[in-house]
């Protein structure tokens, strides 16, 4: 278990950096090119969620990440042997957190990844790790629990 509290604590730190580099070094609303055509720095503050929903809803946010991080503590028991599943537990605790400090502490969280070869909203690193979390979650429910549950 010692080493998904490690991976947890790392990338949760790597987005906390990330965000206080680009607070420190990209005005806010600038522009920086990252990887030409694919990815660019664009600082802005979210007081919201994707696509600038529930925008100022900091109470809402809060109750959110507070059940999703429940709810990971309640599947972290039937985890045990199942790394990949814990994997994608891991990064969504992290990426919960992630935003939640930001939140808590400046009650918006900071964003900078903008896509430039589609129309998608500005995410961060925790971001990442959420999604990534969720898919992982979600690949290991629908194909790998069945396999696992028929070998037995």
């Not at 580099?21 to 600082?43: D, E, K, N």
């Not at 696509?51 to 100022?56: I, T, V």
């Not at 430039?116 to 629908?142: E, K, S």
Request: with cysteine; glycine share 8%.
């Amino acid at each position: 278990m010692i080493i998904y509290v490690l991976i947890a604590i790392a990338l949760i730190v790597i987005d906390q950096l990330v965000k206080a580099w680009v607070v420190a070094h990209v005005a806010l609303g600038g522009y920086a090119t990252f990887i030409p055509g694919i990815v660019s720095i664009t600082h802005i503050k979210n007081t919201g969620a994707a696509w600038s929903m529930f925008q100022g809803q900091q109470w809402f946010f809060y109750i959110v990440t507070l059940i999703a991080l429940a709810v990971v503590v309640w599947l972290w028991r039937d985890s045990a042997h199942k790394p990949f599943y814990r994997l994608g537990l891991t990064l969504i605790t992290a990426g919960a957190l992630g935003n939640f400090i930001d939140r808590v502490h400046q009650h918006f969280v900071t964003d900078m990844f903008q896509l430039d070869f589609v129309n998608f909203p500005i995410f961060n690193v925790a971001d990442m790790c959420l999604t990534v979390g969720v898919v992982l979650v979600i690949i290991y429910v629908l194909l790998l629990d069945g396999r696992e549950r028929r070998g037995r």
